[in-house]
C-alpha cells in the first residue's frame, strides 16, 4: 500500500496542533482543538483509503484496481457529520458558561476541592472512645452528687460524647459542608 | 422467521418513539405514555430474544441484504441478548421513576420535555453498540448514546451542570476520536471494518502493528468503561446530572465501554499477549477506586467512585479470560447494571426525604421511612458481596478463575478482589451509621424537611408539614410528596431484580458461561457472519 506522505504531514500538524489547544484552560480554545483533532482523524482515514482513482461507478472493462476505495470515503462523511453535531453542542455549552459566570475556563469541582481540604481526623469515626458507656453505676467508686446529676439528664454516656465532642470540636461550625465556597 | 431476526427493532423502536416523543413536546402525559409502552415493547422483544438465544446460538441479521463483510451486520448471541435485556430492564424501571419525578414535582413542562426524546435515543444507541458486528457502526452507536448523554447531563443548564458537563464531552469526544483513528489504522492495515472479517484477517497481521492497533483500542475503550488511570473524568462528572440520569449513566456507559472490551479481547485480539496489563490496571481500578470512595461524605460521589472500583472485577475476568473467568465477568456485568442503578435510584430517595445527599447532613433515615432504610441496605450489601447475594456469587467466580490461574499476578488480582470487597463493605456501613441509624440531631445543619417530620413525631410523607418555614427545595405553595409510589415502585422492582439474579443465578451462571465459551471459540461469531467455512 502506498501512502501520500503530503497528507501524513498534514495530520501530523493537525494533531499535533490539536493536542497543544486541548491542554488550554479556556475552553474556545478546547474546542479549537478538539475540531482539528477531528479533521486529523479525518485526514487519516482518507491516508489510510490508498491512492486515488476513478470514481467507483462501474463501467464495463475497467479493472478494479483502477476505482478509487469509496468505503473511507463514507466514513469519514459520516464523521464529519458526527464532529459538526457535537462543535455544535460544544459552542452552546460554551455560551451558556459565559451567561451563567462570564467564565470562558475550565473550573474545577467544588466538591473535589472540599474533599481535599477536609480533614484527616472525623469525630464519629475517629474519637476515643469513651472509656464508660454504661448507664448503670457501681455505688461504690462513684461519687453520689454526680450520679444524681448525670442520671437526672441523659446518662452519663451522652454528657461524656458531648465532652469528647467540644474537646476535639470547639468551635461551633458555621459552613454547610455541602456549600460551595 | 426466529427471534433473533427482530434484533433491528430494539434499534429502531426506541428511534421512532424518539421522533413521537418529539412530536409532542409540548404533551407531557402523551410523551410519558409513547416512551414508556415503546421501551415496554423493546423490553418485550428482547426477552423473546433471549429465550431463544441459547437454542438458535449465534445469529447474523444483514441489514438492507447486503451480504458481509461489506454491508452492516447486526449480531445477536448470548451474551448481547443479555446485555440488551438487563439494559433495557433498568432503563424502563429509571424512565417510570423519572416520569413520577415530575409528576410528583407537578412539572408538566419545563426542560424536562427533550428528556423523553433524548432518552429514548440514548436507549438506541445502547442497544446499537451491544448488536453491531461491525466496528464502524460501533463507533456511530457510541456517538448516539454519547450525543444523548451530553444532552442529559446538562439537563437545565445549571452552573453545576455545565461546569461537570464540560469535562465529559471533552474527555468523551477524545476517546472517540481515538476510536475513529483506531478504526482508520486497522482499515489500512486490512482493508474492512466488518468484525468477524477482522476477527480472520488481523492474524495475518504483523504483530507489532496488531498490538499497536489492540493497544489503541484498548484505551479508547478503557476511557468510555473509566478503567485506572482513565477513569479520572468520571466522579467529577456523573454525581452533579439529576438523580435518574446518573442512575442510567452509572448502570448503562462504562458497561457500553467494558462490554466493547471483552469483544476486542475475544473476537478481534484473541491471545494472552497482553493479559498481564490488563491484570494489573484491574487490580489498580480495583483499589484505587475504593479507597477514593472511602474519602466522600456526598452518596452520589462516593457511588461513582464505587462504580469505578467495581468495573477493575469485571476487567480481572476479562484477563484471566478463561472460560470461567469470562462467565463470571460476565454474570458481573449484568449484576452490577441493576445494583448500581439502584443504589443510585435509592440516593435519589434520599436526597428527597433529607434534602441533601451529603451523609454529614444526614440521619435518623430508619426511623422516618424504613422502607427507605430496606431498599438502601439490600442492593448495599448486594454491591459489598456479602452472601448469598449476586454480588458475592459473581466475585466468587471471579476468585476461583483467579486460583485456577494461580500466577502470583492472579493471587494478587485474588488479594486486591477480596480486599475490595471489604473497603466497599466499610464504605457502606459509613453511609447506614451516618444517614440511617444515628439520630438527626447528631447532623451537621440538617435540613429543615428532615428536623420538622422528626419534630411532628410522625411519619410524613408530604413537605406540607413544614409550612411557614423556608422549605426551599421545593419551589411551589402546594405540598409535595416526599417519596411517591412512582418513584418508590421502580426501585423497588430494581431491587427486587437484583435479588431475582441470586435466584436464578443458576441458569444465568449457565448462560454465561456458555456465551464466554461462545466467545472463546470465535467459531460460532465468525461463521453466523460470514458463512460456513470462512474461519481458517
Not at chain 2, 431476526?5 to 405514555?33: C, E, K, N
Not at chain 2, 458486528?133 to 444532552?151: C, H, P, Q
Amino acid at each position: 500500500m502506498t501512502v501520500n506522505l503530503t497528507l501524513i504531514v498534514l495530520m501530523a500538524a493537525f494533531f499535533a496542533a490539536g493536542i497543544y489547544l486541548l491542554l488550554e484552560r479556556s475552553l474556545t480554545r478546547v474546542l479549537l482543538g478538539l475540531i482539528l483533532l477531528g479533521n486529523g482523524a479525518n485526514i487519516l482515514m482518507l491516508a489510510m483509503s490508498g491512492g486515488g482513482g476513478t470514481s467507483p461507478l462501474y463501467v464495463a472493462g475497467t479493472p478494479t484496481e483502477d476505482y478509487t476505495d469509496s468505503l473511507p470515503q463514507a466514513l469519514i462523511l459520516t464523521a464529519i457529520v458526527i464532529t459538526f453535531a457535537v462543535t455544535a453542542f460544544m459552542l452552546g455549552i460554551i455560551y451558556r458558561s459565559w451567561v451563567l459566570g462570564r467564565e470562558d475556563d475550565v473550573q474545577d469541582d467544588p466538591e473535589d476541592r472540599r474533599v481535599a481540604d477536609q480533614s484527616s481526623y472525623d469525630w464519629e469515626d475517629d474519637a476515643d472512645v469513651v472509656a464508660e458507656t454504661s448507664e448503670f453505676f457501681d455505688d461504690d467508686d462513684a461519687d453520689p452528687t454526680v450520679r444524681r446529676g448525670s442520671t437526672a439528664r441523659d446518662g452519663a454516656a451522652t454528657l461524656d460524647v458531648g465532652a469528647a465532642r467540644g474537646e476535639h470540636d470547639p468551635a461551633p461550625r458555621t459552613r454547610r459542608p455541602g456549600d460551595p465556597r | 422467521m426466529i427471534a433473533a431476526d427482530l434484533a433491528p427493532l430494539a434499534i429502531v423502536l426506541p428511534f421512532l418513539g424518539a421522533a413521537v416523543t418529539f412530536l409532542l413536546i409540548r404533551h407531557s402525559r402523551a410523551q410519558r405514555a409513547v416512551s414508556i409502552s415503546t421501551l415496554t415493547v423493546t423490553l418485550i422483544i428482547e426477552v423473546l430474544m433471549l429465550l431463544a438465544a441459547p437454542s438458535t446460538g449465534t445469529h447474523a441479521v444483514r441489514l438492507g441484504g447486503w451480504e458481509p463483510p461489506f454491508g452492516i451486520v447486526l449480531v445477536v448471541d448470548q451474551f448481547s441478548a443479555l446485555m440488551l435485556v438487563v439494559s433495557s430492564a433498568i432503563s424502563l424501571a429509571v424512565l417510570i421513576y423519572a416520569a413520577g419525578q415530575g409528576m410528583a414535582d407537578g412539572d408538566e413542562d419545563g426542560p424536562v420535555s427533550i428528556f423523553h426524546p433524548t432518552y429514548l435515543i440514548l436507549v438506541a444507541g445502547v442497544s446499537n453498540a451491544f448488536l453491531t458486528g461491525d466496528l464502524f457502526n460501533l463507533y456511530v452507536g457510541f456517538e448516539i448514546l454519547l450525543t444523548a448523554s451530553y444532552v442529559l447531563m446538562t439537563l437545565g443548564g445549571t452552573a453545576p451542570r455545565i461546569r461537570a458537563g464540560v469535562t465529559y464531552v471533552v474527555v468523551s469526544v477524545v476517546s472517540s476520536m481515538l476510536f475513529l483513528i483506531s478504526i482508520a489504522m486497522i482499515y489500512g492495515a486490512t482493508g474492512t471494518v466488518n468484525m468477524a472479517d477482522l476477527a480472520v484477517k488481523l492474524e495475518t497481521v504483523d504483530p507489532a502493528t496488531q498490538l499497536v492497533l489492540h493497544l489503541m483500542l484498548l484505551v479508547a475503550f478503557g476511557i468510555k468503561a473509566a478503567v485506572f488511570p482513565l477513569s479520572f473524568w468520571l466522579p467529577d462528572s456523573y454525581p452533579t446530572a439529576p438523580a435518574p440520569v446518573t442512575a442510567v449513566f452509572a448502570g448503562l456507559l462504562t458497561k457500553v465501554g467494558v462490554y466493547a472490551m471483552v469483544r476486542v479481547e475475544t473476537l478481534l485480539f484473541p491471545g494472552d499477549r497482553i493479559n498481564s496489563l490488563l491484570m494489573i490496571v484491574a487490580l489498580l481500578t480495583m483499589v484505587v477506586g475504593i479507597l477514593g470512595a472511602l474519602a466522600q461524605s456526598d452518596i452520589k460521589r462516593l457511588l461513582s467512585f464505587t462504580l469505578v472500583s467495581h468495573i477493575g472485577y469485571m476487567v480481572f475476568g476479562l484477563a484471566i479470560s478463561s472460560r470461567i473467568g469470562l462467565g463470571a465477568a460476565v454474570y458481573y456485568v449484568a449484576h452490577h447494571i441493576t445494583v448500581q442503578t439502584s443504589l443510585f435510584l435509592v440516593t435519589g430517595l434520599i436526597e428527597r426525604r433529607g434534602g441533601t445527599a451529603n451523609v454529614d447532613r444526614l440521619g435518623g433515615l430508619a426511623k422516618l421511612s424504613p422502607l427507605l432504610g430496606i431498599l438502601f441496605f439490600l442492593p448495599a450489601m448486594n454491591l459489598a458481596g456479602i452472601p448469598p447475594f449476586s454480588g458475592f456469587l459473581g466475585k466468587l467466580g471471579l476468585i476461583q478463575a483467579g486460583v485456577e490461574l494461580g500466577t502470583p499476578l492472579a493471587y494478587a488480582l485474588v488479594a486486591g478482589g477480596v480486599l475490595t470487597s471489604l473497603l466497599t463493605l466499610l464504605v457502606m456501613a459509613r453511609v447506614w451509621n451516618r444517614a440511617f441509624w444515628r439520630s438527626p440531631d447528631d447532623a451537621e445543619d440538617p435540613d429543615p424537611i428532615l428536623l420538622a417530620s422528626k419534630a411532628d413525631g410522625s411519619s410524613v410523607g408530604t413537605s406540607r408539614h413544614v409550612t411557614g418555614e423556608d422549605t426551599g427545595r421545593f419551589a411551589g405553595k402546594d405540598p409535595v410528596t416526599l417519596l411517591p409510589r412512582t418513584m418508590t415502585g421502580p426501585t423497588i422492582g430494581l431491587v427486587a431484580l437484583g435479588l431475582g439474579l441470586m435466584v436464578l443465578a443458576g441458569p444465568l451462571f449457565a448462560l454465561s458461561d456458555d456465551a464466554a465459551q461462545e466467545m472463546l471459540d470465535r467459531t460460532p461469531y465468525i461463521e453466523a457472519v460470514l458463512g460456513p467455512g470462512a474461519d481458517g
